[in-house]
């Protein structure tokens, strides 16, 4: 059925109000809290299963602590619980894995994402754990992947990424973080560096900080350098390589002190490990711990904790909104419509369901323009994500509240033509047939996945139904991915002819731009990177149009979506022309669907068909 609404404008962009609870966010290399104040993280690692040890870290005034959970053995419930307790004990908490390695694909868990979003304003997701990437290019790779998967999620929060070499490469961060800074749809990013760089037990320089060639108060000095926020990971000791390194914790808790970085401990009680690095004997307060042999290890728990001038007793400040949840009766709330849309975008912001007296507002739009009005409107003109910002203040107190406005090219924007259309595979993960369809893999649902039996020559491809010509191939991998594998095509699914091949694949997400023109389009697994089969969240196709797409008939010209005001379209009558839009290969609506009669003074009447609307 044809379903359409008749209005007198021209264009219609992707609309929608953002009114979601406010978050920690990012400024500059500083995490502010959701009332826009400074939050130092302090605070040590901890076992999620182990919730007796969340009131004793609290007794030390820690203002954040890292929770280790185990997904699919941590339940929805018990994290809910967990996290209850750190916001009822004042506390942020960054949410991480106990086994260290991170895809996004545990936090965008359909299981866990209300969970997560429930407690959105305390949290900080630990995206990616200590890396063992063999290049920046792979981490690179790997981080926009996690992004990808969590932001597709619909989380806000800030994701925390660690660095290579196992979170110690300085370098890896500090040459490449603002590049995911800047790639984060939220711009909502932590980088960390695990400052695990000891001495021997005469105090002789150790191997960590030879091969970096810079002493810990260097490196941090590097971090507070930067225009993005860099986390210190300290310890006491570093049993690297079967050798002991002592780590002068002391002088890197009173350089990040004297520079506002942040750092987290290994660990409070981890009951998981035997190593010496806990802060307490037992996990309870004042059962603190110390080690004999080396230059900066006696005592190390009372030290870090309690008794030195930069200890998380004396240098952690937990903000008026960590313990109240409220910023002192003001809060900001932005609403904007749309979120979304071609360039030029004009987009209403309103601050109206912002809560306090006599408020005053004070907006950044993200590209340099600012605005004072409760109700301002602002007009993007060129492509981008900008994050805007409104601060409201009122009776002294101040609040914060931030959205990611996405302004398209549609001239630019690809197609994923491989949407919803038939894939078949050579297998489905063994014992549970059914579970990972190949049809998994092009349903454009990030959640989903197919995976194969756990051998090497394994394969899938997509039916796009008639010959299509497409310019770029995106393959989203689970952990168990291909580190050889070749991309085909077919006419008849029988016969195979290579478009591209690989023997270095990383994972991640694969953006392979390759021409090519056939019905199906396939990829064949040679070599597994893992113990396990191949998995795909989606196998996507794309058409990368050089231009907005007109269906046209005879009189009617296209100057209407060339993207400029100085030309214009006729119509005659009765004939329609219409453009349509997509985001990220999902419909997102018809944006111009122009009728009218050619003659002056040539008002079109514009009707807008709904997206699942037949061409």
């Known amino acids: 059925m044809r379903r359409y609404?008749?209005?007198?404008?021209?264009?219609?962009?992707?609309?929608?109000?953002?009114?979601?609870?406010?978050?920690?966010?990012?400024?500059?290399?500083?995490?502010?809290?959701?009332?826009?104040?400074?939050?130092v993280m302090r605070a040590p690692e901890?076992?999620?299963?182990?919730?007796?040890?969340?009131?004793e870290i609290a007794k030390t005034g820690a203002n954040f602590v890292r929770l280790l959970m185990d997904i699919p053995g941590t339940s929805p419930a018990n994290l809910d619980a967990m996290l209850a307790l750190v916001k009822s004990?004042?506390?942020?908490?960054?949410?991480?894995?106990?086994?260290?390695?991170?895809?996004?694909?545990?936090?965008?868990?359909?299981?866990?994402?209300?969970?997560?979003?429930?407690?959105?304003?305390?949290?900080?997701?630990?995206?990616?754990?200590?890396?063992q990437q063999s290049t920046a290019a792979q981490w690179l790779s790997d981080a926009k992947g996690a992004i990808d998967k969590i932001r597709g999620a619909g989380l806000r929060c800030p994701l925390f990424i660690l660095s290579t070499s196992s979170g110690r490469d300085p370098f890896t961060v500090l040459h490449n973080g603002q590049q995911l800074a800047d790639y984060d749809p939220q711009h909502n990013i932590l980088c960390g560096v695990q400052l695990y760089w000891g001495y021997t037990a005469n105090h002789v320089q150790g191997w960590w900080m030879s091969n970096y060639g810079m002493t810990d108060k260097a490196a941090i000095d590097s971090f507070a350098a930067k225009n993005f926020p860099i986390v210190a990971g300290i310890d006491n000791?570093?049993?690297?390589s079967g050798n002991e390194y002592y780590i002068d914790y002391e002088t890197q808790m009173s350089e990040c002190q004297a520079k506002k970085i942040s750092w987290f401990w290994w660990d409070w009680a981890n009951p998981y490990s035997g190593d010496v690095n806990h802060l307490t004997t037992d996990g309870t307060y004042g059962h603190w711990a110390s080690m004999s042999g080396g230059p900066f290890s006696a005592n190390f728990g009372e030290v870090a904790c309690v008794t030195h001038p930069a200890s998380i007793k004396n240098s952690s400040k937990r903000t008026a909104y960590m313990l109240s949840h409220t910023c002192n009766g003001v809060a900001a709330r932005v609403s904007a419509d749309p979120l979304s849309g071609p360039m030029p975008l004009?987009?209403?912001f309103d601050g109206l369901q912002s809560t306090g007296t006599?408020?005053?507002?004070?907006?950044?739009?993200?590209?340099?323009?600012?605005?004072?009005?409760?109700?301002?409107?602002?007009?993007?003109?060129?492509?981008?994500?900008?994050?805007v910002k409104l601060i409201v203040s009122g009776a002294g107190n101040q609040s914060s509240d931030s959205t990611v406005i996405?302004?398209?090219?549609?001239?630019?924007?690809?197609?994923?033509?491989?949407?919803?259309?038939?894939?078949?595979?050579?297998?489905?993960e063994s014992g549970v047939v059914g579970a990972f369809p190949a049809a998994n893999a092009v349903d454009c649902n990030m959640g989903t996945r197919w995976a194969s039996n756990t051998t090497d020559n394994e394969w899938m491809y997509v039916d796009l139904g008639t010959p299509q010509t497409f310019d770029r191939v995106i393959l989203q991998w689970e952990t168990a991915y291909a580190s050889s594998y070749k991309l085909q095509t077919s006419g008849d699914a029988q016969t195979w002819a290579d478009i591209y091949s690989t023997t270095t694949g990383n994972g991640g997400a694969d953006t392979i731009n390759v021409n090519g023109t056939?019905?199906?389009?396939?990829?064949?697994?040679?070599?597994?990177?893992?113990?396990?089969?191949?998995?795909?969240?989606?196998?996507?196709?794309?058409?990368?149009?050089?231009?907005?797409?007109?269906?046209?008939?005879?009189?009617?010209?296209p100057a209407a979506l060339d993207g400029r005001s100085s030309t214009r379209m006729y119509t005659l009558t009765g004939q329609i022309v219409r453009a349509e839009r997509t985001q990220g290969g999902f419909p997102c609506g018809v944006y111009l669907v122009a009728k009218g009669n050619g003659a002056a003074p040539r008002t079109p009447s514009v009707h807008i068909f709904a997206p699942d609307e037949g061409k």
């Not at 908490?93 to 997560?116: E, I, K, M, Q, R």
């Not at 000791?237 to 690297?240: A, I, P, S, T």
Request: glycine content about 12%; aromatic content about 12%; proline content about 6%.
């Open 5 to 39: 609404l008749t209005i007198w404008m021209l264009g219609l962009a992707c609309s929608g109000f953002s009114q979601q609870p406010p978050v920690f966010h990012t400024s500059g290399r500083f995490l502010l809290d959701p009332c826009g104040d400074t939050v």
């Open 46 to 55: 901890v076992c999620v299963n182990h919730m007796q040890y969340l009131p």
């Open 89 to 131: 004990s004042g506390m942020g908490v960054d949410v991480a894995l106990g086994n260290g390695t991170h895809d996004g694909s545990a936090f965008a868990d359909p299981n866990y994402v209300p969970v997560l979003k429930k407690y959105e304003d305390i949290i900080t997701l630990h995206a990616q754990g200590e890396g």
């Open 237 to 240: 000791w570093d049993g690297y």
């Open 346 to 348: 004009a987009v209403q």
């Open 358 to 387: 006599g408020l005053t507002y004070a907006w950044t739009f993200g590209d340099g323009s600012t605005s004072t009005a409760q109700k301002p409107q602002h007009t993007y003109s060129a492509a981008g994500s900008y994050k």
């Open 406 to 428: 996405t302004v398209i090219d549609p001239s630019k924007e690809p197609t994923e033509i491989s949407c919803g259309k038939t894939a078949t595979a050579s297998s489905a």
């Open 518 to 557: 056939a019905r199906y389009v396939r990829m064949l697994g040679i070599t597994r990177a893992t113990q396990y089969g191949y998995s795909l969240y989606e196998f996507g196709v794309y058409k990368i149009p050089s231009a907005t797409t007109a269906w046209q008939l005879p009189g009617v010209s």
